[in-house]
């Protein structure tokens, strides 16, 4: 009997990573020429946010995401300091504000850099692209796989402030006397530089120097305001008036994958209560993608999604009146206690005129809250269908037809008694806004993938599309109410004013991709592109993009040293262009003061 003693020592085997590229056309990551940056799914959701983009904050160098602190604000994105970037949803182009995909149902996120990265796309694609792959099917082997993800995340009013004087109360050069809010009385309408606050009077009941207020009762006698102390009563305004949000999301979704048909439906509630009392925003997304295969050669794929956004109110965040950060935190003294303008309606009044502190230039902000009301209404739908052929190991002919859809209804109420730069704000207002967005495109594409020998291997592609885009939007104002708090376009007091405008876009596409591999090692990738717009003059409609890149992985050609375990050296050149809005090239008449 022999006996043996094995040791197996460890090796780690680094498998070539896929990643999806322009067009969804999966590569080895390590044979591009261009900086490409993935970001799985499920990293989307922990301590997850509202907006999908915010849950990107800090997960890819060179995407900076600056996240807004008011309810419904939409990140404001840069990709390598160009704000404007493409975005596609399964290979489908958006116009999206990221609030209508639900981060439950990413698979990966693909972020490409620069506009080699994307030159497929075209001038649409010229500062990068952010490509988003959605997840499909579920349990194996046909069982079906039930999965149930809720979140709570609270958010409170402000993480940090500016420090603001509660020093001096209002007025200015160190007077103040409140008699109507509105100039009146001594600086009793503006500015924060009046007397000192709770400076002691040892002749007064209170002990404090006390002066007329605007909460002051009034002395039957006189009808003037009797003067109570003036102290810093309001100094904690900003954490008495905005509330602590939430934000709550449930998700459940059901799927199943054979070896033949896959499929997943999703769906997606979302609640989000703002830090200003009675804002919130609903989201609810349904999700359903599928496919099949008929024959080994012959499959179909397909997705559709549908989201519907609303708000019956969401807070202004302008240097305005409208906005109740502006009328706390900027102009009200601490000698005004926010809790006492809870009652926001004059006694009978109510419906008329504010209760506040102010009547020239600021509101009071629980009559903002509750009567100043924005309306948002928003629905989207955007997917796909896809049939593909495989005709050999090596050739595929697909073609792919991709929708994207929707609407947009806004509206302003403003209520009877506003006060702004305007004494014509007073009598109310209602500004109703719609939109409609619509966008189709058709592509065939002819994919072809070889290992030529045990050296060479190429990867091409050649492909059509068109694209078709049609947006209308109409604006009505009417700028005066007869009946307060009746927002009706009908109960207009003054004559109604508005505009719509309209466009139709098409463009035509043909381009193509190949890409040369030596040794599984060196690659060069050969790309052009040549688009056809309506939006450019008839005779120069015509514009083409190439690019080259290079990709060098050194680690597989030289041996390095032991603390490298891997190096590559890429390089890209290209040439972008783009074209014009529609109707743009020719000049026109614009809309001007009407007089008389």
Known sequence: ESEFSVELSPKNIGLDEVVVTALGVKREKKAL????????????NTAKEANLMSNMTGKVAGLTIQNPPGLFEDPKISLRGSSNVLVVVDNVPVETNFWNISSDDIAEVSVLKGPAAAALYGSRGKNGAILITTKRGGGKDGKVEISINSSVMFQPSF??????????????????????????????????????????????????????????????????????????????????????????SNNIAIGASTEKTNYRFSFT???????????????????????????????????????????????????????????????????????????????????????????????????IANEFRQEYSKDVVYGFANFAYQFTPELKLSYRANLNWHTRYTAQKRP???????????????????????????????NYDKRLSSLWSISALAGANNRNNNWRNMSLSASALSIPGVYNIGNSKVPITGTNDTYKKLVNSFYGSATIGYHDALYLTLTGRNDWSSGMPVKKNSYF??????????????????????????????RVGGDMSPYSSRPTYSYGTKWG
């Open 269 to 367: 509630q979302l609640d989000q209560k703002g830090i200003d009392p009675g804002a919130r925003i609903d989201a609810s997304t349904v999700a359903f993608s599928g496919g099949h295969k008929f024959t080994d050669k012959f499959s179909i794929e397909t997705s559709i999604n549908y989201n519907k956004q609303y708000s019956d109110n969401y807070p202004r965040t302008s240097y305005f009146a409208d906005n109740n950060m502006y009328n706390i935190g900027v102009w009200m003294g601490a000698d005004v206690d926010v809790r006492g303008l809870k009652d926001y309606w004059e006694p009978g009044q109510e419906g008329i005129r504010q209760r506040n502190y102010n009547y020239q230039y600021y509101n009071n902000p629980y009559y």
């Open 545 to 574: 993009y190439p690019s080259v890149s290079f990709s060098g992985v050194v680690s597989e050609l030289v041996k390095m040293p032991s603390f490298i375990s891997f190096a590559k050296a890429r390089a890209a050149w290209n």
């Open 33 to 44: 020429g261009y900086a490409i940056q993935e970001v799985q799914g499920s990293s989307l």
């Open 416 to 446: 009877k008694g506003f006060v702004g730069y305007n004494p014509d704000y007073m009598d109310g207002g209602f500004y109703p806004d719609y939109n409609y967005d619509f966008e189709l495109n058709n592509e065939i594409l002819l």
């Open 159 to 248: 993480v940090y402030l500016p420090k603001t004087q509660s020093k001096y109360g209002t007025g200015q050069w160190g007077e103040f006397e409140w008699v109507d809010g509105a100039g009146g009385g001594v600086y009793d309408n503006d500015y924060v530089w009046g007397p000192k606050l709770d400076q002691r009077d040892p002749n007064t009941k209170s002990g404090f120097v006390e002066l007329p207020q605007w909460d002051s009762p009034i002395d039957p006698a006189t009808g003037k305001r009797i003067p109570t102390p003036f102290i810093s009563r309001g100094k904690d305004n900003i954490w008495n008036f905005f509330n602590t949000g939430n934000i709550i």
